[in-house]
């Protein structure tokens, strides 16, 4: 369950995060590792470790849902674009026509995650995540 006093970060920022980390911690920069790490945010979200919720450009907890899981199976990141952090209603992906996907389909969805499981799952800690925001 999410709340609106939750952080959250697109996921297009969320890969970008995930890569910075990689990048403190081999001593490199961010870019080389982005691709990784847009594998691992959404192999991560597969495994249950944090939600992906679709919902507005801004965030909104009341104008938001979780994906359901069979919808998050279905996600890669060519489905995805990036740098707006949107999914792309008009990708091919072989998923059931539920409810949420029926609305996810609707029109372009902002995708997000929460903050904090994020950083859980990557043990990323508060110090990286001020380093990367003021970067």
């Given at each position: 369950m999410?709340?609106?006093?939750?952080?959250?970060?697109?996921?297009?920022?969320?890969?970008?995060?995930?890569?910075?980390?990689?990048?403190?911690?081999?001593?490199?920069?961010?870019?080389?590792?982005?691709?990784?790490?847009?594998?691992?945010?959404?192999?991560?979200?597969?495994?249950?470790?944090?939600?992906?919720?679709?919902?507005?450009?801004?965030?909104?907890?009341?104008?938001?849902?979780?994906?359901p899981?069979?919808?998050?199976?279905?996600?890669?990141?060519?489905?995805?674009?990036?740098?707006?952090?949107?999914?792309?209603?008009?990708?091919?992906?072989?998923?059931?026509?539920?409810?949420?996907?029926?609305?996810?389909?609707?029109?372009?969805?902002?995708?997000?995650?929460?903050?904090?499981?994020?950083?859980?799952?990557?043990?990323?800690?508060?110090?990286t995540?001020?380093?990367?925001?003021?970067?």
């Amino acid at each position: 369950m999410t709340t609106d006093t939750e952080d959250f970060l697109r996921v297009g920022d969320a890969a970008r995060l995930i890569a910075f980390h990689l990048g403190q911690r081999f001593a490199s920069g961010a870019d080389p590792h982005l691709s990784t790490a847009r594998q691992k945010l959404l192999d991560a979200a597969k495994e249950g470790k944090f939600s992906i919720i679709a919902g507005a450009k801004t965030w909104s907890g009341t104008a938001s849902f979780s994906l359901p899981m069979e919808c998050a199976l279905g996600l890669d990141s060519e489905h995805i674009d990036w740098d707006s952090s949107t999914f792309d209603a008009s990708a091919d992906v072989p998923i059931a026509a539920t409810a949420s996907i029926q609305q996810l389909h609707s029109g372009p969805s902002t995708l997000w995650v929460p903050l904090d499981r994020l950083a859980d799952a990557f043990s990323i800690d508060r110090e990286t995540v001020g380093r990367w925001y003021r970067r």
